[in-house]
């Protein structure tokens, strides 16, 4: 069987059609060229491709990104021992928190807060972005592979409440906190 077939409509017109395992299929393939002609794209004629503009300069990524192991370039990790209720900065610049490694052996719960702050928190008084709970005696840990931003910077501190105005220390010595950020 024949490519094309004729339209029943005007003597000589064609309907494009390509014949696969005998039945006519519509042929619609993109094709370029100037009016008049045609040329079927395929690896020996590609689709022509061209920037209206060039992409801006910088850093930009494009396409696909594989992380490979690496010995620089990857996570800070901001580590306490004994975290309570005088606040630290992790860091005083805009970063994300890509993960946490909480424990507790306390023998009651705690609460780690994470404040969208450049400078040290004032834990009671300063409104926490993130209330995290340690149950007593557990360790807590999670990843966000895309981080959360902090778009001032990133405080820490522990409470032995949830509330935002708790000023209650949890047990001396109890909290041993890793973030991980950039």
Not at 16 to 38: F, W, Y
Not at 84 to 89: A, D, N, Y
Not at 123 to 128: A, F, I
């Amino acid at each position: 069987m024949s490519d094309n077939i004729p339209l029943p409509e005007g003597a000589g017109t064609l309907l494009a059609t390509d014949e696969i395992l005998g039945v006519h299929v519509l042929r619609a393939k993109v094709q370029t060229g100037a009016d008049g002609s045609a040329v079927d794209v395929s690896n020996a004629d590609p689709l022509p491709v061209s920037l209206v503009q060039p992409l801006p300069a910088g850093t930009n990524t494009v396409g696909a990104v594989n992380v490979k192991p690496a010995t620089s370039g990857g996570l800070s990790v901001y580590r306490h021992t004994g975290l309570s209720t005088t606040g630290q900065v992790v860091k005083s610049s805009p970063g994300q928190v890509f993960g946490w490694h909480l424990a507790n052996w306390g023998s009651s719960e705690a609460f780690v807060k994470l404040y969208n702050t450049s400078a040290a928190p004032t834990v009671g008084t300063t409104q926490p972005a993130l209330t995290l709970m340690v149950p007593a005696g557990q360790v807590v840990s999670a990843e966000h592979t895309n981080g959360i931003a902090f778009t001032n910077g990133i405080g820490i501190g522990a409470t032995a409440a949830a509330s935002d105005n708790n000023t209650s220390a949890p047990g001396l010595n109890t909290m041993i906190v890793n973030v991980f950020y950039k």
